[in-house]
């Protein structure tokens, strides 16, 4: 019995450590959003390729503010954009966000959801209400082009067609800047 017992905590004791070994994915809470990232490295070049330009006056943020926390008021700011750009309020709107560390994750994803190979650097997946990027291309536009297909899906009680829902999406990319 004891034999069990010593096996038992050999195979817990490597779960640990693989499981903390390799990347662990963690999560930011924000407003709207349930962030995902794996490595910290990736949300700092995320954060840093997001550039708010003319827009970061108008974002709340105070003198002590993490990473994280600068993270998150960015893509609540973004959305809170994005709704008005396209007259959708949706103070209830949840959805979560996967940042991968570049295009190829991002790729992986796609293909693994809906067995196609592209060459997308962001995307949306209304079946998930989730957005992949690619911390390398998460410029302003990017990240408010895919938020504005979640507003549009979320908005809709029947999903508008895809033709309409690209339109909102390049309105939304073209307007956040307001």
Known sequence: MNGVKDLYIILLTGMMFFFTGNAVAKD??????????SHKDDL????????????RSRIQTNRGDTLEDEVITKINF????????LDMSLPQLTFSIMIHPDERAVHQDFRRLYNVDVDYIAFYSPSRNRVFYSADNAR???????????VAENYFTISPPQRIH??????????VMD
């Open 28 to 37: 930011l809470v924000s407003r709207h959003a349930t962030i995902t990232y």
């Open 44 to 55: 700092r070049a995320f954060n840093n390729e997001l550039y708010m330009g003319r827009l």
């Open 78 to 85: 973004i959305v809170e954009k994005v709704m008005t750009a």
């Open 140 to 150: 302003l536009r990017v990240v408010a082009h895919e938020i504005g297909h979640v």
């Open 166 to 175: 690209e339109v909102l999406a390049q309105f939304a990319e073209q307007h």
